[in-house]
T-cell receptor, first 113, second 112 residues
Framework: NAGVTQTPKFQVLKTGQSMTLQCAQD?????MSWYRQDPGMGLRLIHY???????DQGEVPNGYNVSRSTTEDFPLRLLSAAPSQTSVYFC????????????FGSGTRLTVV | QQQVKQSPQSLIVQKGGISIINCAYE??????FPWYQQFPGKGPALLIA?????SEKKEGRFTISFNKSAKQFSLHIMDSQPGDSATYFC???????????FGTGTRLQVFP
């Protein structure tokens, strides 16, 4: 049981480039979320999804796009990378029927130069 | 507007001591309050969680105390060990799987 898998683990982008952070879970969880973690700011919610085809914005959605075509996958797209998007990104998933609590991936460390 | 405020930012405790981390929330619709533990280079992991219908929940050395009227909750780590050294995050959501809003984190260091 792999849980939540994020790829890549590390990435360096140039300003203006686009990329997709991949997230996959094999627990058949309905709920999935993307967070970014910055020093002193905790984890801030970017986008989340309550099921395939349903997504919504979190606290800091600007510059990011998501889609959820399957239960397993929830990719995060950076449309035009900016230095302010340098961060560690975490994907997480949770079941609506229990056991409760989000399971997090190991993160993607992104640097935009 | 920060919906979940966490303090202190960092905490140093001697082995065997009690570590206490506090959180306060503003949205009275929150009804699920988990704590997460994060080690360097890893993703956060669920440690313990509480709902507002109880004032305390204990799991091993970890206890959540909840004060609904004050809109505050805290994590107590009894008999703190060097292996507890990590960053701890409180969080809140309107139900157990809705948008989870995190505090800013507390870096705990336990010295032998």
């Amino acid at each position: 049981n792999a849980g939540v898998t994020q790829t890549p683990k590390f990435q360096v982008l140039k300003t203006g480039q686009s990329m997709t952070l991949q997230c996959a879970q094999d627990m058949n969880h309905e709920y999935m979320s993307w967070y970014r973690q910055d020093p002193g700011m905790g984890l801030r919610l970017i986008h989340y999804s309550v099921g395939a085809g349903i997504t919504d914005q979190g606290e800091v959605p600007n510059g990011y796009n998501v889609s959820r075509s399957t239960t397993e996958d929830f990719p995060l797209r950076l449309l035009s990378a900016a230095p302010s998007q340098t961060s560690v990104y975490f994907c997480a998933s949770s079941s609506s029927t229990g056991p409760y609590g989000y399971t997090f991936g190991s993160g993607t460390r992104l640097t935009v130069v | 507007q920060q919906q979940v405020k966490q303090s202190p930012q960092s905490l140093i405790v001697q082995k065997g001591g009690i570590s206490i981390i506090n959180c306060a929330y503003e949205n009275t619709a929150f009804d699920y309050f988990p704590w997460y533990q994060q080690f360097p280079g890893k993703g956060p992991a669920l440690l313990i969680a509480i709902r507002p219908d109880v004032s305390e929940k204990k799991e091993g050395r970890f206890t959540i105390s909840f004060n609904k009227s004050a809109k505050q909750f805290s994590l107590h780590i009894m008999d703190s060990q060097p292996g507890d050294s990590a960053t701890y995050f409180c969080a809140a959501s309107i139900d157990n799987t809705d948008k989870l809003i995190f505090g800013t984190g507390t870096r705990l260091q336990v010295f032998p």
